[in-house]
């Protein structure tokens, strides 16, 4: 795999012929946020003839209004002008630290506690379900510009979420029966080696771990590294990790990313899903929502015929976090909810499976099942997949109804709704 950083990008062949405003563009907005694109990426997803709308290019390439206009310039005028590196970093980390680099109070809330002290590198926000962060994975094979994770990739210690080695992790877990799901994140958890990961999950098979039911790998290999399953040279040793989890007992559910229909098009894409699926696992497919890339309902409609035709389960659409460019990505709950709608009534009942639209807030994963009229008021339907407070999963709720909102702290509690739900934690 070969790999182009952000500030690297504009020098591609492929945009040889654009112009200085776009190569400008690049520079000034990979110096806040990560950029990363592989040569799979380049050669096999992006259409070129349809830049700069071709989707997996707004994905993965820098845009200027990727940043608040004043920003912008600010780093820019200080590029331009050769300011002192000094001067340009400090700049550039006041701007990201206005992007809410952390969003959902991952590191104020999530963060366990062990022997008294915070657990860093763990997250147990749901009773159920720990996600781990192995330090030797975070990174990913290339990034997509709305990750809500950015911020592990921009050098700042403080802001990194990482474990440094497996027995600790282990340990937190055997001491946490009410468990039954781990979660390794990052970053991506392919990028690491396989037998790095060996280290992390065998000991989940073994008698003293027996409450742990499900593992799950966060990845988005599939869409931009599916060599990763298939030729890399550890990839038999992969499926037969796998292999042994399914044989043990454990569920595996590859948890892939999948945001467009071009990312499951090509042949390298099918032959890893094919080769997962036969140790036993499980492709789950999940995605938010985003601006210029998938926010119309004719792009998931045929993502999820997509996945359910190649044995995938669509999982999630969620909605773009509260993080990063979600300015240039984000679009308004009623928007997203109609996409999702309009998009439902297009499949097949088992092409239905994705819930949608979800957000990933601090007290939980909040599903906006619909609109209403009660009490003469327009409003929001919603319920908790997911809780901080276990108590609130599943119960309906409802908001007033704003079509300018785009995040959950923007809602309100409708007029007649007396109960905390719209607390944060």
């Known amino acids: 795999m070969r790999a182009v950083p952000g500030q690297r990008l504009s020098t591609l062949p492929q945009l040889a012929g654009a112009d200085e405003a776009l190569k400008r563009d690049i520079a000034v907005v990979s110096s806040v946020l990560p950029f990363k694109v592989n040569n799979y990426v380049i050669d096999e997803l992006i259409d070129w003839s349809n830049v700069p709308d071709d989707p997996i290019f707004r994905m993965t390439f820098p845009h200027r209004d990727m940043l608040p206009s004043d920003d912008f310039e600010l780093i820019a005028k200080l590029k331009e002008s050769n300011a002192p590196r000094a001067e340009l ?34 997250q147990h926000k749901y009773r159920e379900t720990v996600l781990v962060f192995p330090a030797q994975g975070q990174t990913c094979h290339s990034y997509c510009g709305y990750c809500f994770r950015w911020a592990q990739f921009v050098g700042i210690s403080e802001l990194k979420q990482s474990v440094d080695t497996p027995d600790r992790a282990h340990r937190y877990l055997r001491a946490h029966p009410e ?37 799950r790998f966060g990845t988005k290999a599939l869409s931009y590294w599916p060599y990763r399953f298939t030729t890399d040279k550890d990839s038999d040793d992969l499926l037969r990790m796998f292999e042994r989890c399914v044989k043990a ?26 080769r997962i ?18 926010d119309w309902p004719e792009a998931w409609s045929d993502m999820w015929r997509t996945m359910v035709g190649m044995g995938v389960v669509p999982y999630y659409m969620f909605v773009e976090r509260d993080t990063g460019a979600r300015g240039y990505f984000e679009i308004p709950l009623a928007r997203a909810l109609e996409v999702y709608q309009t998009a439902l009534r297009g499949v097949s009942g088992l092409e239905r499976t994705a819930r949608g639209p979800v957000m990933s807030a601090s007290p939980g994963k909040v599903c906006i099942d619909g609109t209403a009229t009660i009490q003469g008021e327009q409003v929001f339907v919603c319920r908790f997949l997911q809780a901080r407070d276990p108590q609130r999963v599943g119960v309906p709720f409802f908001a007033r109804y704003d079509e300018q909102a785009t995040w959950y702290d923007h809602l309100q509690p409708a007029s007649f709704e007396n109960r905390p739900w719209f607390a944060t934690s």
């Open 249 to 274: 007992g454990r569920h595996v559910a590859v948890m892939a990313h999948f945001s467009h229909a071009q990312e499951l098009a090509t042949d390298a894409v099918r032959q890893a899903i094919a």
């Open 89 to 122: 970093a400090a700049a550039v980390n006041e701007v990201r630290a206005r992007l809410n680099p952390h969003p959902g109070d991952q590191l104020s809330s999530n963060i366990p506690v062990a022997d008294d002290e915070p657990f860093h590198g763990l």
């Open 277 to 294: 699926q036969s140790t036993g696992a499980v492709v789950r497919a999940q995605a938010p929502i985003i601006r210029f890339v998938n």
């Open 179 to 215: 468990a039954s799901d781990v979660l390794i994140t990052g970053g991506d958890s392919m990028i690491m080696s396989t037998e790095r990961l060996v280290h992390y999950i065998d000991p989940l098979l073994g008698p003293d771990l027996e409450h742990i039911r499900n593992i």
